[in-house]
């Protein structure tokens, strides 16, 4: 079992930054994937960076060059740095985790792929 808490959003304007944090209660470096998701009301929950087992990272085409997915392993903590942000990134962000054995290449930008998640934080970007 993975707890995951989200901290940090908030509401900025257009062309602003934050900076999510998610703590995580365990993780196991090559058999854990953990990856930011958000959801917009109205609209299906995608997947905007994600980490895989061994450091590899992947982003959605609409947040690439803008987001950063990283990942201080003493704390167990996974951090979404939020650059230029859009209204368009107007959401509830959330933490997402999963355990098992992992390609050294994977990553995954799927929420079905992950069964575990915090409780969501909402960033709201006014323009």
């Known amino acids: 079992q993975v707890q995951l808490v989200e901290s940090g959003g908030g509401s900025v304007q257009s062309g602003g930054s934050l900076r999510l944090s998610c703590g995580a209660s365990?993780?196991?470096?090559?058999?854990?994937?953990m990856g930011w998701f958000r959801q917009a009301p109205g609209k299906e929950r995608e997947g905007v960076a994600a980490?895989?087992?061994?450091?590899?990272?992947g982003y959605a085409d609409s947040v690439k060059g803008r987001f950063t997915i990283s990942q201080d392993n003493p704390e167990n903590t996974l951090y979404l740095q939020m650059n230029s942000l859009k209204p368009d990134d107007t959401a509830m962000y959330y933490c997402?985790?999963?355990?098992?054995?992992?390609?050294?290449?994977?990553?995954?930008?799927?929420?079905?792929?992950?069964?575990?998640w915090g409780q969501g934080t909402q960033v709201t970007v006014s323009s």
């Open positions: 980490l895989g087992p061994y450091g590899i990272t």
């Open positions: 365990k993780y196991t470096y090559g058999r854990t994937i």
């Open positions: 997402a985790a999963a355990q098992g054995s992992y390609g050294s290449r994977y990553y995954s930008l799927n929420p079905d792929n992950y069964n575990y």
